[in-house]
């Protein structure tokens, strides 16, 4: 099998991906314009920031696995792969301390205008008592929005600070903020009311695109911190920027409402990057050599694991729950076509097979085929395939 690695990958990890017998491509320069061509005969597609368009899953007839080396994967059609029944695969949690570490940089750097300090210092210009007014992090109430692994890491580390810490996530409750040692809040506003700081830890969905614009600003404190090192599109970039020019919000970002495609580029123009109380980074997050080795070396389990079963681990577009209404047991005899036969009748009744699992057992004379269909079989069915005749052994339905 080929894989492709479209993107940056710790080039020792590829003699593991090449010892599990895969033909590796390494091209970390590729370019979204350029995967649609680079993919074509590849199994297993390997992207960290990489767009994966529709038109590289169309084009990709033999991709069975598109890998995320990393958490997110809004740059991959996640649709139109579904579509093709090739597997989308991520490698969550390995980055969380990397990102973690990098929220509480944005916050150090806002409240000790790190940023500005800088900027003097490399002019030639040396200004103590304008830089001698911070606020500090002790103390002051933290607000997260997201529990994930990455949001807990916050949590983790906001103890270090001493900062008092709320938390909003969608599965929160009571009890498990309780357990956390952080405030419970019932909905994201009331994060934005209570805080000093707001750090954002979200997957971006359609739930959550946009979830941080005007209203959501307007509640939070004069002069509090956003903090997002999620994705861009989390935020109204547009309603940030009329916060800090209105209110005084300070603003630290790792992610941005519009980022260029390539890894570089010299004519990036964003109000936002002028705006005083900003501090900014280039979508670095996951990036400390860290969180790139566990990405990695989780990406070489999930390819392991699906060069081993025909299954990856971390898949994010199959059904929990596939849309049986019920199943069928076959015990039958472990024989060349017996299963065609099973499903040739199933077929002739006009039922969609959600899902299957074929058991043998030891000494491969029998096996168990759970087969679960999208109707409720009629007996005609049950005893057609009861009287396939030295291939079934016995068979019952039973109502999911």
């Keep these: 099998m080929r894989a492709l690695i479209a993107d940056a990958f710790p080039e020792h990890y590829l003699a593991d991906l090449r010892a599990l017998g895969l033909d590796v491509a390494y091209e970390p320069s590729a370019t979204a314009e350029q995967l649609p ?49 090739i597997f989308v695969a991520n490698c969550p949690g390995k980055n969380a301390v990397a990102v973690a570490e990098l929220a509480f940089g944005l916050m150090i750097a806002l409240d000790r205008r790190v940023a500005d300090n800088t900027a003097d210092l490399r002019a030639g210009v040396w200004n103590k008592k304008e830089y001698s007014k911070a606020d500090g992090l002790k103390g002051k109430t933290l607000g997260v929005i997201g529990l994930g692994s990455i949001g807990c890491a916050v949590v983790e580390r906001a103890r270090a600070f001493e900062m008092n810490v709320l938390a909003w996530s969608r599965s929160l409750t009571g009890t498990r903020a309780d357990e956390l040692g952080v405030g419970y809040c019932r909905t994201p506003d009331e994060v934005a009311e209570r805080a000093d700081i707001v750090t954002v830890h979200l997957a971006q969905t359609k739930e959550t695109k946009g979830m941080f614009g005007a209203t959501f600003f307007s509640k939070m404190k004069r002069r509090s911190m956003f903090i997002n090192t999620s994705r861009g599109g989390l935020h109204d970039e547009a309603a940030l920027v009329a916060a800090m020019r209105d209110r005084g919000l300070r603003a630290g970002l790792d992610v941005f409402e519009s980022e260029p495609a390539a890894p570089t580029a010299t004519d990036v123009n964003n109000e936002i990057f002028k705006m005083p109380g900003f501090v900014g980074t280039h979508h670095i997050g996951a990036s400390t050599e860290q969180a790139q080795d566990a990405i990695a ?58 899902d299957m699992t074929n058991t043998i057992f030891q000494g491969s004379k029998a096996a168990v085929a759970s087969i679960r269909i999208t109707s409720e079989p009629a007996s005609d069915l049950i005893r057609e395939i009861s009287q396939l005749e030295d291939m079934v052994i016995q068979v019952e339905a039973k109502r999911l």
Excluded: F, W
Excluded at 306 to 331: D, F, I, Q
């Design 37 to 85: 061509e680079r993919a074509k005969g590849a199994n297993i597609l390997v992207v960290r920031s990489t767009k994966v368009t529709r038109e590289v899953i169309v084009g990709g007839k033999a991709l069975g696995l598109v890998l995320r080396a990393g958490a997110g994967y809004d740059t991959i059609d996640v649709a139109a792969a579904s579509e093709r029944g």
């Design 297 to 354: 070396a989780e990406a070489v389990r999930i390819c392991r694991e699906y060069l081993a079963t025909g299954k990856p681990p971390n898949v994010v577009n199959v059904e929990v729950k596939a849309p049986a209404k019920s199943e069928l047991v076959v015990r039958h005899y472990d024989k060349v076509g017996v299963l065609a036969q099973v499903l040739g009748i199933i077929r002739n009744h006009g039922i969609n097979v959600a």
